[in-house]
T-cell receptor, first 116, second 111 residues
């Protein structure tokens, strides 16, 4: 069973287009994340949702808009795609254990976006 | 700016040797530290987490944490070619839910 899944796995598109990436987790976690990994492998947090509420919103262009219809899903919509948006986008999820401040994030397989 | 820094490598070790990966972090209030392994073209996979000062061992892997020095390390004993990957160090910052990642160290284990 896939714990954190993303679709599509690959996305090739023209500059200026609008695209969406979907993420689903079946782990029962309450928090989901979007990360961007650039060509130098640097993994940077973009957004985080806890029980459908936005809790982390790093400095990303407002062309990127996350949406969480329920706590098992977190989608990422990107408007007016630019060349610099080419990267691998990872979804992740985690669950805080009561009484602890530690948690493990589990990553999806990634969506490889190439903007031409 | 909260940062996690790693030597980008590449680090090459012969098969059977000990690989030592190092990481420093800038946020003194960071509580939790993680090592992820990422094979080329794959997603990060958690291999170790550590929350208290000292050593934590899991099979061939040992994580070491020194909060006074703001230093985390990962030792891989009896390195195997299958250990060749990029190793990402991560630390919590601010709320426990935000992980800051280092840029990763590329490890190659030579047969």
């Amino acid at each position: 069973d896939t714990a954190v899944s993303q679709t599509p796995k690959y996305l090739v598109t023209q500059m200026g287009n609008d695209k969406s990436i979907k993420c689903e987790q079946n782990l029962g976690h309450d928090t989901m994340y979007w990360y961007k990994q650039d060509s130098k492998k640097f993994l940077k947090i973009m957004f985080s949702y806890n029980n459908k509420e936005l809790i982390i919103n790093e400095t990303v262009p407002n062309r990127f808009s996350p949406k969480s219809p329920d706590k098992a899903h977190l989608n990422l919509h990107i408007n007016s795609l630019e060349l610099g948006d080419s990267a691998v986008y990872f979804c992740a999820s985690s669950q805080v254990l009561a009484g602890f401040n530690q948690e493990t994030q589990y990553f999806g397989p990634g969506t490889r976006l190439l903007v031409l | 700016q909260k940062e996690v820094e790693q030597n980008s490598g590449p680090l090459s070790v012969p098969e059977g040797a000990i690989a030592s990966l190092n990481c420093t972090y800038s946020d003194r209030v960071s509580q939790s530290f993680f090592w992820y392994r990422q094979y080329s073209g794959k997603s990060p996979e958690l291999i170790m987490s550590i929350y208290s000062n000292g050593d934590k061992e899991d099979g061939r892997f040992t994580a070491q944490l020194n909060k006074a020095s703001q230093y985390v390390s990962l030792l891989i004993r009896d390195s195997q070619p299958s250990d060749s990957a990029t190793y990402l160090c991560a630390a919590t910052s601010g709320s426990a839910r935000q992980l800051t990642f280092g840029s990763g160290t590329q490890l190659t284990v030579l047969p």
